[in-house]
Structure formats: structure tokens, C-alpha cells
């Protein structure tokens, strides 16, 4: 395996948080911007299928390998929406603000113990575009959905997803704290298992 993939996303954030993670394993991991792929049209039902379609369309405009990352919030008074939906929970992909102000509207005078949700990331690894065996691997972060925002820290919903363990929300966290407890450190982790079990870094 290269020790360079491509990650299927611009998102900011999340380029910063791989490199992050990635960095231990010695691995580099490139945005697919930097090699002018445009996003994959997300059609799926689910992360999984998501995380899928995304790798795929960043192999096969690159030639290199791929990992995708499809991830979002489940509350569950909301029969787990925003789910596949939360970077366009409000209209437009990827407004943080708008996407916060909506879930608190809708979870507005419920009751905490009624707040309940998780992060949820699905994480694809593709050799190839035409891999027939996609290492999938999943990570969940449970917590609960703050009445108001706290922190200013990291992006998406951390702002209002308070960690019970920590007693604050996700974006009170320091990075390396939530780079240890996250849904997708979680799954990062067991794709680095099965990177090992499978000799890929080798």
C-alpha cells in the first residue's frame, strides 16, 4: 500500500482531524482537492453505501488508493435524523450554523433524558475503483444534544453533543482528547486492525 491515500472529502475539518490520526501510522493522507476530484453525489441510503461511493469515485480519479469517510449525528427523539442527511440537515451542505440552529429547534422543551444521540462514522477503504473487497469499518460516539452551543473547538454539531463521559460538550474537548474518544478515531482504529491483520501497511 501507498503510503500516501487519498482522503474523499474537502471538508476541512475532517482533512485536519485524518492528518491528524493518520500521522502515527506514518501514513500521509491528501484531500482529494489537491487532485482536482469533484465530491461523489451522495445517493446512498446509508453511511455505508455513502462511504462506499465516495471512495470509489476518488480511486478512479486519482489511480491511487482511497479512503472515505461517510458520518453523522443520530438523535434518537428524532428517529435518527439528521443521520445520513446531518451536513445538509438545514438546505444547504456543510452550514455548521444552520444545521445546529435546526436541531435545537426541533429538539426545543424535550427533556434531557429524551436527548439522547451518537455519532456515527462509517469509514471505506478502496484499493482501486473496481476493489471488489472494500475494507468497511464503523465507530460510535454516544452523548446527547445540549440545549444551547459550548465550545470552539472542532466543527459540525460539537458545539451542542455533550460528552458524558468529560461532562461537557465536543467542543470543549482539546484535540487530543477528542481525537482519543471520537466515532471516528473509534473506526480509524479498526481500520488500522485490519490494515494489520490483512499486512496492507507492510
Known sequence: ?????????????????????????GIEVK?????????AEETGLSFIENAILKARNACEHTGLASIADDSGIEVDYLDGAPGIYSARF???HGDNEA???????KLEGVPTEQRTARFHCVLAYM???????????QGSWEGRILESSAGVEGFG???IFFVPEKGCSSA????EVKNQLSHRAKALNLLMSAFKEKNILA
Open 127 to 137: 484499493r482501486h475503483k473496481d476493489d471488489p473487497t472494500p475494507l468497511v469499518v
Open 157 to 159: 454539531y460539537d458545539p
Open 99 to 105: 444545521n445546529n440552529a435546526l436541531l435545537l429547534q
Open 90 to 92: 438545514a438546505g444547504e
Open 172 to 175: 470543549s474537548l482539546p484535540k
Open 1 to 25: 500500500m501507498s503510503k500516501t491515500i487519498v482522503l474523499a472529502s474537502n471538508n476541512a475539518g475532517k482533512i485536519k482531524e485524518f492528518n491528524t490520526l493518520f500521522s502515527q501510522y
Open 31 to 39: 484531500p482529494q482537492g489537491e487532485f482536482n476530484v469533484d465530491e
